[in-house]
């Protein structure tokens, strides 16, 4: 069984940033590849960014290409995601997800088998 832990979360002015990590424990993390999905009030939940199981691979939504940067660190069962230039329309709650099987889509909510419990990221000047 998969724990993760998000952390790194907090208020934050526009063109801020911030790094959140996601951090496996009870089994190794370094099997899955890992996502960032964020969920605001009202809406549905979203595919941020992935990486895959080696970090050889990056994927993006168009809303964060540029801004965010996705990493991990196996030796440390943690991935991070690097957050610059935060605009108002990036608060959220912000996930971590585990995909053990490999999913055709990553974005795809359903395809991943653990989850964090969130970390609250505000945008707020």
């Known amino acids: 069984q998969l724990q993760l832990v998000e952390s790194g979360g907090g208020l934050v002015q526009p063109g801020g940033s911030l790094r959140l990590s996601c951090s496996g424990s009870?089994?190794?993390?370094?099997?899955?590849?890992v996502a960032w999905f964020r969920q605001a009030p009202g809406k549905e939940r979203e595919g941020v960014s992935c990486i895959s199981i080696d970090g050889g691979r990056q994927m993006y939504a168009d809303s964060v290409k540029g801004r965010f940067t996705i990493s991990r660190d196996n030796a440390k069962n943690t991935v991070y995601l690097q957050m610059n230039s935060l605009k108002p329309e990036d608060p959220a709650v912000y996930y971590c997800a585990a995909d053990l099987g490999g999913s055709a889509d990553w974005r795809i909510a359903a395809e991943y088998e653990y989850w964090g419990r969130g970390t609250q990221i505000t945008v707020s000047s």
């Open positions: 009870g089994s190794t993390l370094k099997y899955s590849a």
